[in-house]
């Protein structure tokens, strides 16, 4: 589905890689991909692994791009046929996905002769970046939803056709129900869920002429959009249909809302529709809602059965970006790392471990070195690829979200706060800290 | 390169057409896209118009996708021989891409068969919201530059792979200069740069190795990223590497700030370059830069050359999507709207018209009923497809850019301002207002 050209990846990538060629530069380098603190923020769920195993096990340039390359006439054929060469052949340690993870954390370690590493950086920062970072969205979204229904109704506003395919399985993953995106119903499985758009009735001269209509379509599963002339209004035509429908045996299965006070207007619907005898019709809502327009309908027990988000979750609008980066940890067996102010990296391969406490809560984490121990805690890190191979077939979505969701309730909720959560600890392991090196 | 799957929709598309199909509804629709005002912009820049007509030109159900839906349980089979055999054969008027638009303008109006029509809805706001947000936001960068070079380095952060290409694109199209993005470059002739990362430096022992490393494999296209350690220090480094270069009879070209006060340690830079005699190295700077950080760079007339502009870009930071929408507006010969408060559509097939003035800028748009004569004024909408066929070859991405630079000339300042613009001045055609129907 996805792309997995090599050429995804900024020119510089491949010129550092001409450059240790050469250079003769092939020893071996550990780098770490990690997030850096983001001020909305307070945990993170790791999402992405999964494309980016795919990319790595099908790394290769094609003659095609090769040829491309030839014309930028910034390469040597040397180098030109030692990328023609390559296949990707290191390890790769990572968290698996569903996993909750804070700044600085690494959730992936790849460690390759040197070209190999370095020519990974933008494709790992993008994949996971983009995935957790909408995985991490919809996991405040599931937070605030507290178990009504979820649906993704995002691809219209996603950045592009990938971006909807991501976010559809980002937010399965994180605990939402369905997506209204087709293609990710196909490619991962993901139930799908739709209603009807304002065009269908005003295709139809009467309001309730469209709902008959899409009724005798799907008897079964049919859920009307009450808003595009009068909300209550329509409310009393979806009664009127839903009565229709009742006499035939069959059932009305839910309203949408998508326009005005949702709360109100709820409120309004809900006593319609109980008034008509239609107490089983659900009552779903939809409209520029995100984990705090979640939070305030929840608040005030508006009597919403499920939500269809869009837009914010998609694009995770408030939070756009993840400051996820790839660094050079460990070169030619010597631990390193760049002193930048505000922007310094941890040197030295890694292991993330997590305190539990004694009801299983997640309590502290520790990013020690790779070899340290740390007695009574669990390790997060693990070993998915070994010499360019996996080591254990693709997991189940489902599982993953499984996974999750017992992840995700193992997180004491004061560290799912909305805003202002408190720093989940993270400290420094001391066989991580004795092999920083010393500042000049 | 793009997916072109028809089942990149929302579920509800799909349903629509079987309710339609069932109902034997079949009747022309016209349906327009345009964007509702956004308060952070107060121009539009459109694009994504030839990844449309592609999808379009393309538009087939595959039979394996068939049999998804057949799996759905959804539909019925006599649908889903329908959509098999479905092929896009409407008409399309469209803006050329790298026209300035504003809110309510339709950007594109398709008229065709209901089912066809409908079926659009989500791919087409997908795909020119997000181009066209990119481009926006890369010509308010491309305004406050004021001339300097501007690289798209934003494929890391972008939402998956397909916005990284969009992403290049749209920046090109509205006036960068390059790409970092190697497969943009590949599939749309976009020229690249490049610089090294931090871990080219770090993968050497000091830093000058690191310097004269990068020259020797780039003789004549050496740009040096001096801020891994310490700036001015990495910046007497590359004086000296510069005139190492200098006596093999090459040219260092550049040297890139990646972090700190960009200002002053431009000027730093600037002067410990010029005092080691190399006035023409240039300096490019980059690291979390958007239209306001340029603006103020350019207020203080820091000695910059070009800017690397990534990750605020790429996403459009500060408004990650646009309220663009797809409405039916014609059905069956008859103008149609939707009422919904603070959602109202304007009804009818339209045209819009642009009036300059007598220096040749633009002074004011009229959104008009699509017959309505507008004397003086430049229709903008065009026909671009009829009938499902195209009726231009593509143009060349190099004409677009130019097509951009000639309209955003013609835009008077006072709309370019990147805050509080005034709005420009959109009226609506007395043909246009006589077509709408009167509310209930």
Redesign the interface.
């Known amino acids: 589905?996805?792309?997995t050209?090599p050429?995804?990846?900024?020119?510089?990538?491949?010129?550092?890689a001409?450059?240790?060629f050469?250079?003769g530069?092939q020893a071996p380098?550990t780098?770490s991909l990690y997030a850096r603190r983001h001020p909305l923020r307070g945990f993170f769920v790791f999402s992405g692994l999964e494309a980016i195993l795919t990319f790595l096990e099908k790394f290769r340039f094609a003659s095609q791009?090769i040829d491309?390359?030839r014309r930028?006439r910034?390469f040597t054929e040397d180098f030109l046929r030692h990328l023609a060469d390559l296949r990707f052949q290191g390890d790769v340690w990572a968290m698996p996905e569903g996993s909750l993870f804070f700044a600085d954390e690494p959730i992936i370690e790849v460690s390759a002769p040197?070209i190999q590493a370095?020519l990974l950086?933008?494709y790992l920062?993008?994949a996971a970046?983009?995935s957790s970072?909408i995985a991490t969205k919809a996991a405040r979204c599931v937070h605030a939803a507290r178990g009504r229904g979820l649906m993704d109704?995002s691809?219209?506003?996603?950045?592009?056709?990938?971006?909807?395919?991501?976010a559809a399985r980002a937010c399965y993953l994180a605990g939402f129900d369905t997506t209204?995106?087709?293609?990710a119903?196909?490619e991962f499985g993901i139930p799908?869920?739709?209603?009807?758009?304002?065009?269908?009735?005003?295709?139809f001269a009467r309001e309730i002429d469209a709902f008959r209509?899409?009724a005798?379509?799907?008897p079964q599963?049919t859920t009307l959009l009450i808003?595009?002339?009068d909300t209550l209004q329509g409310a009393r035509h979806a009664v009127q249909v839903a009565g229709e429908m009742r006499q035939r045996g069959e059932a009305l299965q839910a309203v949408r809302l998508?326009?005005?006070d949702l709360i109100d207007l709820s409120r309004q619907v809900r006593a319609i529709l109980d008034q008509g005898g239609f107490e089983g019709v659900k009552i779903l809502a939809s409209g520029g809602l995100d984990e705090h327009g979640l939070a305030a309908i929840m608040a005030q027990e508006a009597p919403i059965d499920a939500f269809g988000v869009g837009?914010k979750i998609g694009?995770?609008?408030d939070a756009?970006?993840l400051d996820?980066v790839y660094?050079?940890v460990c070169?030619d067996g010597r631990p390193?790392?760049?002193?930048?102010?505000?922007?310094a990296t941890l040197a030295g391969e890694k292991q993330v471990y997590r305190h539990l406490d004694p009801e299983g809560r997640y309590q502290e984490d520790v990013i020690a070195a790779r070899r340290e121990q740390v007695p009574g805690a669990i390790p997060l890190l693990q070993p998915v690829m070994q010499a360019g191979r996996r080591l254990h077939p693709p997991d189940e979505l489902d599982q993953l979200r499984q996974a999750f969701r017992a992840n995700f309730a193992r997180l004491p909720d004061a560290f799912k706060a909305l805003t202002q959560a408190p720093p989940f600890p993270v400290t420094l392991g001391p066989g991580l800290q004795a092999q920083q090196p010393v500042l000049?």
Chains 1, 2 share one sequence.
Do not use: W
Request: hydrophobic share 40%.
């Open positions: 589905m996805t792309t050209s050429l995804l990846t900024d020119l510089y990538e491949l010129t550092m001409a450059a240790y050469k250079e530069i380098a780098f791009e491309y390359l930028t910034l040197l370095q950086e933008t920062i993008n970046g983009f970072l109704f691809l219209r506003r996603d950045q592009g056709a990938d971006a909807g395919l991501i209204s995106n087709v293609l119903g196909k799908l869920s739709g209603t009807m758009a304002h065009s269908f009735v005003l295709a209509a899409y005798r379509s799907f599963r808003d595009t002339y998508d326009s005005g837009t694009v995770s609008a756009p970006f996820m660094k050079m070169f390193v790392c760049k002193h930048s102010p505000g922007k000049p």
